[in-house]
Protein backbone atom coordinates (compact mmCIF):
# COMPACT_ATOMS: atom_id res chain seq x y z
CA UNK A 1 0.00 0.00 0.00
CA UNK A 2 0.99 3.42 -0.80
CA UNK A 3 -0.39 6.79 0.97
CA UNK A 4 -0.73 9.77 -1.25
CA UNK A 5 -1.54 12.74 0.34
CA UNK A 6 -3.75 15.26 -1.24
CA UNK A 7 -5.03 18.67 0.00
CA UNK A 8 -8.00 19.75 -1.43
CA UNK A 9 -11.04 22.26 -0.58
CA UNK A 10 -14.56 20.46 0.25
CA UNK A 11 -17.40 22.85 -0.90
CA UNK A 12 -20.05 21.47 0.62
CA UNK A 13 -22.90 23.87 -1.21
CA UNK A 14 -21.77 23.09 -4.58
CA UNK A 15 -20.77 19.68 -4.09
CA UNK A 16 -17.36 19.60 -6.29
CA UNK A 17 -14.38 19.67 -5.11
CA UNK A 18 -11.54 23.14 -5.58
CA UNK A 19 -8.12 20.34 -6.11
CA UNK A 20 -5.60 23.55 -6.03
CA UNK A 21 -3.68 22.29 -9.45
CA UNK A 22 -6.22 21.11 -11.45
CA UNK A 23 -9.04 23.59 -10.67
CA UNK A 24 -12.69 23.21 -10.07
CA UNK A 25 -14.52 20.03 -11.80
CA UNK A 26 -17.89 19.17 -12.18
CA UNK A 27 -19.53 16.07 -10.75
CA UNK A 28 -19.84 12.75 -12.96
CA UNK A 29 -23.38 11.13 -13.05
CA UNK A 30 -22.64 8.88 -10.66
CA UNK A 31 -19.95 10.17 -8.13
CA UNK A 32 -20.48 8.16 -5.39
CA UNK A 33 -17.73 5.69 -6.10
CA UNK A 34 -15.05 5.43 -8.48
CA UNK A 35 -15.13 1.00 -9.59
CA UNK A 36 -11.54 0.72 -9.13
CA UNK A 37 -10.39 3.05 -6.44
CA UNK A 38 -12.76 3.84 -3.04
CA UNK A 39 -13.39 6.69 -0.80
CA UNK A 40 -12.37 8.72 1.35
CA UNK A 41 -15.45 8.99 3.62
CA UNK A 42 -14.83 12.33 4.67
CA UNK A 43 -17.78 13.17 6.85
CA UNK A 44 -20.51 15.44 5.37
CA UNK A 45 -20.68 17.27 8.61
CA UNK A 46 -17.18 18.83 7.63
CA UNK A 47 -17.69 22.85 7.52
CA UNK A 48 -18.29 23.83 3.48
CA UNK A 49 -14.90 25.33 2.28
CA UNK A 50 -12.83 24.12 5.01
CA UNK A 51 -8.94 23.03 3.62
CA UNK A 52 -8.32 19.27 4.54
CA UNK A 53 -5.75 17.13 4.22
CA UNK A 54 -6.65 13.09 3.32
CA UNK A 55 -4.02 10.14 3.21
CA UNK A 56 -4.94 8.03 0.68
CA UNK A 57 -4.55 4.15 0.87
CA UNK A 58 -4.68 2.64 -2.71
CA UNK A 59 -4.73 -1.01 -3.76
CA UNK A 60 -1.80 0.25 -5.75
CA UNK A 61 1.86 0.01 -6.58
CA UNK A 62 2.50 3.88 -7.41
CA UNK A 63 1.20 7.05 -6.16
CA UNK A 64 -0.85 8.30 -9.66
CA UNK A 65 -4.33 9.54 -8.47
CA UNK A 66 -5.66 12.43 -7.77
CA UNK A 67 -9.13 14.18 -6.30
CA UNK A 68 -11.66 14.73 -9.25
CA UNK A 69 -14.89 14.10 -7.52
CA UNK A 70 -17.30 14.02 -4.57
CA UNK A 71 -21.13 13.88 -3.37
CA UNK A 72 -22.39 14.91 0.21
CA UNK A 73 -18.27 16.06 0.60
CA UNK A 74 -17.53 12.02 0.17
CA UNK A 75 -14.12 12.12 -1.86
CA UNK A 76 -13.79 9.53 -4.57
CA UNK A 77 -10.79 9.39 -6.10
CA UNK A 78 -9.51 8.96 -10.28
CA UNK A 79 -6.82 7.88 -11.81
CA UNK A 80 -4.37 10.38 -12.64
CA UNK A 81 -3.42 11.54 -15.88
CA UNK A 82 0.33 12.66 -16.49
CA UNK A 83 1.48 14.10 -19.72
CA UNK A 84 4.12 10.82 -20.12
CA UNK A 85 3.01 7.52 -20.19
CA UNK A 86 1.37 5.79 -16.71
CA UNK A 87 3.20 2.31 -17.34
CA UNK A 88 6.50 1.74 -16.19
CA UNK A 89 9.51 1.79 -18.64
CA UNK A 90 8.60 -0.89 -21.25
CA UNK A 91 10.20 -4.08 -21.35
CA UNK A 92 11.92 -6.06 -24.02
CA UNK A 93 9.60 -7.36 -26.48
CA UNK A 94 8.18 -7.73 -30.24
CA UNK A 95 9.40 -4.78 -32.19
CA UNK A 96 6.99 -1.38 -32.22
CA UNK A 97 7.24 -1.04 -35.93
CA UNK A 98 8.72 -3.54 -38.41
CA UNK A 99 8.77 -3.25 -42.38
CA UNK A 100 9.40 -6.70 -44.16
CA UNK A 101 10.45 -5.75 -47.90
CA UNK A 102 8.29 -2.68 -48.42
CA UNK A 103 7.39 -1.44 -51.57
CA UNK A 104 5.19 1.61 -52.04
CA UNK A 105 4.44 2.20 -55.95
CA UNK A 106 2.13 5.52 -56.63
CA UNK A 107 -0.39 5.26 -59.98
CA UNK A 108 1.83 2.61 -61.28
CA UNK A 109 4.34 5.76 -62.30
CA UNK A 110 6.83 6.86 -58.98
CA UNK A 111 8.41 4.45 -56.59
CA UNK A 112 8.19 6.00 -53.31
CA UNK A 113 10.12 3.81 -51.11
CA UNK A 114 11.81 0.80 -52.58
CA UNK A 115 12.35 -2.46 -50.73
CA UNK A 116 12.64 -0.94 -47.40
CA UNK A 117 13.34 -3.36 -44.67
CA UNK A 118 13.69 -2.35 -40.65
CA UNK A 119 12.43 -3.36 -36.87
CA UNK A 120 12.40 -0.71 -34.82
CA UNK A 121 12.38 -1.42 -30.63
CA UNK A 122 10.04 -0.66 -28.39
CA UNK A 123 10.88 2.18 -26.27
CA UNK A 124 12.64 3.44 -28.51
CA UNK A 125 12.83 7.25 -29.53
CA UNK A 126 13.71 7.28 -33.47
CA UNK A 127 14.83 10.03 -36.03
CA UNK A 128 13.54 9.78 -39.57
CA UNK A 129 15.49 12.03 -41.91
CA UNK A 130 15.77 12.60 -45.39
CA UNK A 131 15.42 15.29 -47.72
CA UNK A 132 12.02 16.13 -49.42
CA UNK A 133 10.81 13.29 -51.63
CA UNK A 134 13.09 10.81 -50.16
CA UNK A 135 10.10 8.86 -49.04
CA UNK A 136 9.70 9.78 -45.42
CA UNK A 137 5.95 10.50 -45.27
CA UNK A 138 5.13 7.52 -47.24
CA UNK A 139 6.80 5.72 -44.31
CA UNK A 140 4.66 7.25 -41.88
CA UNK A 141 1.20 7.34 -43.83
CA UNK A 142 2.51 3.30 -44.26
CA UNK A 143 3.30 2.83 -40.10
CA UNK A 144 -0.47 4.54 -40.08
CA UNK A 145 -2.15 2.33 -42.29
CA UNK A 146 -3.20 5.26 -44.33
CA UNK A 147 -2.36 3.47 -47.48
CA UNK A 148 -1.17 0.10 -48.61
CA UNK A 149 2.15 -1.31 -49.35
CA UNK A 150 2.11 -2.63 -52.85
CA UNK A 151 4.38 -4.94 -51.84
CA UNK A 152 6.10 -6.33 -48.46
CA UNK A 153 4.36 -6.57 -44.88
CA UNK A 154 4.33 -4.25 -42.18
CA UNK A 155 3.98 -4.87 -38.88
CA UNK A 156 3.10 -2.51 -35.88
CA UNK A 157 2.78 -2.94 -32.21
CA UNK A 158 3.21 -6.49 -32.84
CA UNK A 159 0.06 -6.67 -35.14
CA UNK A 160 -0.54 -6.40 -39.06
CA UNK A 161 -1.04 -3.03 -39.65
CA UNK A 162 -3.49 -1.79 -42.84
CA UNK A 163 -6.12 0.48 -43.72
CA UNK A 164 -8.55 -1.32 -42.00
CA UNK A 165 -6.53 -1.45 -38.58
CA UNK A 166 -8.45 1.24 -37.13
CA UNK A 167 -8.71 -0.66 -33.27
CA UNK A 168 -4.48 -0.42 -33.75
CA UNK A 169 -4.41 3.11 -34.89
CA UNK A 170 -6.55 4.45 -31.42
CA UNK A 171 -3.09 2.92 -29.87
CA UNK A 172 -0.77 5.07 -31.49
CA UNK A 173 -0.01 9.30 -31.78
CA UNK A 174 0.25 10.92 -34.63
CA UNK A 175 0.91 15.21 -35.91
CA UNK A 176 1.39 15.97 -39.61
CA UNK A 177 3.74 18.87 -40.50
CA UNK A 178 0.59 20.86 -41.44
CA UNK A 179 -2.40 20.16 -38.86
CA UNK A 180 -5.72 21.49 -40.01
CA UNK A 181 -8.13 22.56 -37.51
CA UNK A 182 -11.71 23.69 -37.52
CA UNK A 183 -11.82 27.33 -36.75
CA UNK A 184 -14.55 28.11 -35.55
CA UNK A 185 -13.89 25.50 -32.56
CA UNK A 186 -12.07 26.47 -29.26
CA UNK A 187 -9.43 24.13 -28.44
CA UNK A 188 -11.36 23.21 -25.40
CA UNK A 189 -13.49 21.84 -27.78
CA UNK A 190 -11.28 20.38 -30.28
CA UNK A 191 -9.40 17.99 -27.32
CA UNK A 192 -13.23 17.02 -26.65
CA UNK A 193 -13.88 15.59 -29.88
CA UNK A 194 -10.79 13.55 -30.20
CA UNK A 195 -11.28 12.60 -26.23
CA UNK A 196 -15.17 11.30 -27.45
CA UNK A 197 -13.02 9.88 -31.10
CA UNK A 198 -11.03 7.72 -28.36
CA UNK A 199 -13.71 6.70 -26.16
CA UNK A 200 -12.37 8.18 -23.11
CA UNK A 201 -14.84 8.51 -20.29
CA UNK A 202 -15.77 12.46 -19.32
CA UNK A 203 -13.71 12.46 -16.46
CA UNK A 204 -10.81 11.15 -18.01
CA UNK A 205 -11.17 13.52 -20.86
CA UNK A 206 -11.73 16.59 -19.28
CA UNK A 207 -8.16 15.49 -16.66
CA UNK A 208 -6.27 14.82 -19.38
CA UNK A 209 -7.59 17.89 -21.72
CA UNK A 210 -5.99 20.37 -18.48
CA UNK A 211 -2.97 18.66 -18.15
CA UNK A 212 -1.72 18.81 -21.93
CA UNK A 213 -2.69 22.13 -22.63
CA UNK A 214 -1.05 23.09 -19.37
CA UNK A 215 2.06 21.45 -21.00
CA UNK A 216 1.89 22.87 -24.38
CA UNK A 217 1.15 26.56 -23.12
CA UNK A 218 -2.08 27.09 -24.33
CA UNK A 219 -3.67 26.89 -20.93
CA UNK A 220 -5.01 30.83 -21.24
CA UNK A 221 -5.78 30.37 -24.69
CA UNK A 222 -8.10 27.57 -24.71
CA UNK A 223 -11.16 29.47 -25.01
CA UNK A 224 -10.39 31.14 -27.95
CA UNK A 225 -11.08 29.82 -31.59
CA UNK A 226 -8.64 27.95 -33.34
CA UNK A 227 -8.54 30.52 -36.69
CA UNK A 228 -7.12 32.97 -34.93
CA UNK A 229 -3.97 30.70 -33.93
CA UNK A 230 -0.65 30.95 -34.70
CA UNK A 231 0.93 28.33 -36.75
CA UNK A 232 2.75 27.60 -33.76
CA UNK A 233 -0.30 27.58 -31.75
CA UNK A 234 -1.52 25.64 -33.91
CA UNK A 235 1.23 22.88 -34.00
CA UNK A 236 1.39 23.11 -30.19
CA UNK A 237 -2.14 21.83 -30.32
CA UNK A 238 -1.62 20.06 -32.46
CA UNK A 239 1.29 17.68 -30.06
CA UNK A 240 -1.20 18.10 -27.13
CA UNK A 241 -4.22 16.41 -29.66
CA UNK A 242 -1.47 13.60 -30.23
CA UNK A 243 -1.34 12.51 -26.52
CA UNK A 244 -5.24 12.45 -25.81
CA UNK A 245 -5.27 8.74 -25.85
CA UNK A 246 -2.11 8.52 -24.10
CA UNK A 247 -0.69 6.17 -27.28
CA UNK A 248 2.00 3.44 -26.93
CA UNK A 249 3.63 4.88 -30.46
CA UNK A 250 3.76 8.47 -30.86
CA UNK A 251 4.60 9.51 -34.90
CA UNK A 252 5.20 13.21 -35.00
CA UNK A 253 6.28 15.17 -38.36
CA UNK A 254 7.99 18.43 -37.68
CA UNK A 255 6.59 19.21 -34.35
CA UNK A 256 8.91 22.15 -34.16
CA UNK A 257 8.04 23.54 -37.41
CA UNK A 258 6.96 26.72 -36.60
CA UNK A 259 7.79 27.11 -32.79
CA UNK A 260 9.84 30.24 -31.41
CA UNK A 261 12.75 28.83 -29.42
CA UNK A 262 10.85 28.64 -26.08
CA UNK A 263 7.59 26.32 -26.97
CA UNK A 264 10.66 24.42 -29.22
CA UNK A 265 12.69 23.67 -26.15
CA UNK A 266 9.13 22.85 -24.40
CA UNK A 267 8.52 20.39 -27.00
CA UNK A 268 11.43 18.97 -26.80
CA UNK A 269 11.72 18.39 -23.36
CA UNK A 270 8.36 17.10 -23.59
CA UNK A 271 9.45 14.15 -25.65
CA UNK A 272 12.52 13.77 -23.73
CA UNK A 273 9.95 12.72 -20.95
CA UNK A 274 9.05 9.79 -23.06
CA UNK A 275 12.09 8.32 -23.16
CA UNK A 276 11.64 4.64 -22.35
CA UNK A 277 8.07 4.94 -21.90
CA UNK A 278 7.22 5.46 -25.48
CA UNK A 279 8.08 4.74 -29.18
CA UNK A 280 8.49 7.74 -30.70
CA UNK A 281 9.45 8.17 -34.53
CA UNK A 282 10.37 11.67 -35.46
CA UNK A 283 10.76 13.60 -38.81
CA UNK A 284 12.41 16.86 -38.35
CA UNK A 285 14.62 18.60 -41.07
CA UNK A 286 16.28 20.44 -37.94
CA UNK A 287 19.08 17.72 -37.01
CA UNK A 288 19.88 19.59 -33.87
CA UNK A 289 16.14 18.53 -32.69
CA UNK A 290 16.92 14.99 -34.12
CA UNK A 291 20.50 14.95 -32.06
CA UNK A 292 19.02 15.96 -28.84
CA UNK A 293 16.07 13.55 -28.60
CA UNK A 294 16.60 10.59 -30.49
CA UNK A 295 18.89 7.44 -30.01
CA UNK A 296 18.30 5.42 -33.16
CA UNK A 297 18.02 7.00 -36.86
CA UNK A 298 16.46 5.76 -40.45
CA UNK A 299 18.25 7.87 -42.96
CA UNK A 300 16.56 7.51 -46.66
CA UNK A 301 17.20 9.06 -49.77
CA UNK A 302 15.44 8.66 -52.87
CA UNK A 303 13.38 5.59 -51.89
CA UNK A 304 15.75 3.57 -50.51
CA UNK A 305 16.68 3.42 -46.89
CA UNK A 306 20.58 3.74 -46.29
CA UNK A 307 21.11 3.89 -42.68
CA UNK A 308 19.58 1.69 -39.56
CA UNK A 309 20.89 1.81 -36.54
CA UNK A 310 22.02 4.05 -33.28
CA UNK A 311 22.77 7.78 -33.81
CA UNK A 312 26.40 6.59 -32.50
CA UNK A 313 26.69 4.30 -35.29
CA UNK A 314 26.27 7.03 -38.16
CA UNK A 315 28.60 9.55 -36.59
CA UNK A 316 31.34 6.49 -36.48
CA UNK A 317 31.22 7.16 -40.50
CA UNK A 318 32.97 10.61 -39.53
CA UNK A 319 36.73 11.11 -38.32
CA UNK A 320 36.83 11.93 -35.32
CA UNK A 321 38.45 14.85 -35.50
CA UNK A 322 38.98 17.65 -38.39
CA UNK A 323 41.38 20.50 -38.62
CA UNK A 324 39.82 22.94 -41.33
CA UNK A 325 42.66 25.19 -42.65
CA UNK A 326 42.00 28.90 -44.38
CA UNK A 327 44.74 29.97 -46.16
CA UNK A 328 45.41 32.82 -48.72
CA UNK A 329 48.27 33.38 -51.20
CA UNK A 330 50.58 30.61 -52.35
CA UNK A 331 47.19 28.24 -51.62
CA UNK A 332 48.77 25.13 -54.52
CA UNK A 333 52.17 25.33 -52.74
CA UNK A 334 50.95 25.25 -49.36
CA UNK A 335 48.67 22.43 -50.14
CA UNK A 336 51.35 20.18 -51.34
CA UNK A 337 53.97 20.85 -48.96
CA UNK A 338 51.56 20.69 -46.10
CA UNK A 339 50.27 17.38 -46.93
CA UNK A 340 53.37 15.89 -47.35
CA UNK A 341 54.43 17.33 -44.01
CA UNK A 342 51.67 16.03 -42.06
CA UNK A 343 51.40 12.74 -44.08
CA UNK A 344 47.45 13.56 -44.89
CA UNK A 345 44.85 13.61 -47.48
CA UNK A 346 43.33 17.08 -48.03
CA UNK A 347 39.75 15.93 -47.79
CA UNK A 348 38.40 19.61 -48.82
CA UNK A 349 40.17 20.35 -52.37
CA UNK A 350 38.32 23.91 -52.35
CA UNK A 351 40.39 27.26 -53.38
CA UNK A 352 41.72 28.49 -49.93
CA UNK A 353 40.44 26.25 -47.64
CA UNK A 354 41.81 22.16 -46.20
CA UNK A 355 40.71 19.83 -44.11
CA UNK A 356 42.28 17.35 -42.76
CA UNK A 357 41.60 14.50 -40.35
CA UNK A 358 42.14 13.85 -37.06
CA UNK A 359 42.75 11.33 -33.88
CA UNK A 360 41.07 12.43 -31.38
CA UNK A 361 44.01 11.87 -29.00
CA UNK A 362 46.44 13.64 -31.40
CA UNK A 363 47.60 17.21 -30.17
CA UNK A 364 45.90 19.60 -32.49
CA UNK A 365 48.63 22.53 -31.33
CA UNK A 366 51.40 20.52 -33.12
CA UNK A 367 49.61 19.75 -36.51
CA UNK A 368 48.96 23.53 -36.72
CA UNK A 369 52.33 24.37 -35.54
CA UNK A 370 53.83 22.47 -38.51
CA UNK A 371 51.26 24.52 -40.74
CA UNK A 372 52.40 27.53 -39.75
CA UNK A 373 56.32 26.50 -40.49
CA UNK A 374 54.76 25.26 -43.87
CA UNK A 375 53.02 28.62 -44.64
CA UNK A 376 56.37 30.55 -43.44
CA UNK A 377 58.41 28.13 -46.08
CA UNK A 378 55.56 28.90 -48.75
CA UNK A 379 54.85 32.22 -48.61
CA UNK A 380 51.32 31.64 -47.66
CA UNK A 381 49.02 33.05 -44.59
CA UNK A 382 47.02 30.82 -42.67
CA UNK A 383 43.95 33.11 -42.34
CA UNK A 384 42.06 31.23 -39.90
CA UNK A 385 41.76 28.00 -38.10
CA UNK A 386 38.58 25.19 -37.19
CA UNK A 387 38.50 22.27 -34.65
CA UNK A 388 35.32 20.16 -34.40
CA UNK A 389 34.36 16.86 -33.88
CA UNK A 390 31.89 15.02 -34.58
CA UNK A 391 28.72 15.72 -35.64
CA UNK A 392 25.43 14.64 -36.68
CA UNK A 393 24.68 16.81 -39.47
CA UNK A 394 28.31 16.12 -41.36
CA UNK A 395 27.58 12.49 -40.97
CA UNK A 396 24.05 12.55 -42.81
CA UNK A 397 25.61 15.07 -45.54
CA UNK A 398 28.38 12.68 -45.74
CA UNK A 399 26.01 9.34 -46.06
CA UNK A 400 23.71 11.21 -48.59
CA UNK A 401 26.43 12.54 -50.65
CA UNK A 402 28.31 9.02 -51.07
CA UNK A 403 25.14 7.43 -51.96
CA UNK A 404 24.41 10.01 -54.84
CA UNK A 405 28.05 9.75 -56.43
CA UNK A 406 27.64 6.31 -56.45
CA UNK A 407 23.94 7.06 -58.28
CA UNK A 408 25.49 9.34 -60.76
CA UNK A 409 28.88 6.11 -61.61
CA UNK A 410 25.86 3.88 -62.43
CA UNK A 411 23.51 6.20 -64.80
CA UNK A 412 27.51 6.97 -66.48
CA UNK A 413 27.87 3.26 -66.43
CA UNK A 414 24.63 2.28 -68.14
Not at 102 to 113: C, G, L, N
Not at 148 to 156: K, L, N, Q, W, Y
Not at 351 to 366: H, I, K, S, T
Request: aromatic fraction near 6%.
Amino acid sequence: MIKCPVQFVCDAAKSSLWHPENGRVRLPPNPDHHPRMGSTGVSPSRRANEVHSVNCQEPVTKPDYDVYCTRNANVSFLRKLDVGSRKSPLKAMNPAIQFNRVTKIYESRQIAVADVSFQLPTGSTVGLLGANGSGKSTIMRLALGLISASAGGIEVLGKPMNPGSKSLRQRIGFLSDDPAFPKDLTAISYLRFVGNCFGLSRLERKARMGTLLRAVGLLEDAGRKIGTYSTGMKTRLGVAASLMNDPELLIWDEPTAGLDPISRGQTLELLETFRGKKTIVLSSHILGDIDRVCDRLLVLNQGQLLFDGLRADLENLLPECVLELRVSGAVGEFRKAACERLGRKDLCGEDGRLRFEMDAREPVGNVIEACLKVARETDSVVEGVNSTGRRLEDAYLKLITEDEFRGFLRANQS
